[in-house]
């Protein structure tokens, strides 16, 4: 990552630190959010296929997420 401010001037390694140490937080939140998001559809998609065969899907959650 560059070691320079907007303004062009260099960082302290205290800046440093601190800019890595959010950029770390926001990877993880990210990557988070994906697997979240991964398994609600997958979840959508299991109820998809039980209302398919005639049957209920069984969870307030999955018709939550399939009719969103």
Do not use: F
């Amino acid at each position: 990552m560059l070691r320079h401010n907007l303004g062009g001037q260099p960082m302290t390694a205290d800046a440093q630190t601190a800019r890595d140490h959010d950029v770390a937080l926001a990877y993880r939140a990210h990557e988070q959010l994906r697997i979240e998001t991964a398994a609600e559809q997958h979840l959508a998609l299991q109820a998809g296929d039980t209302e398919k065969r005639g049957r209920p899907a069984g969870c307030a959650r999955n018709a939550e997420i399939v009719h969103s």
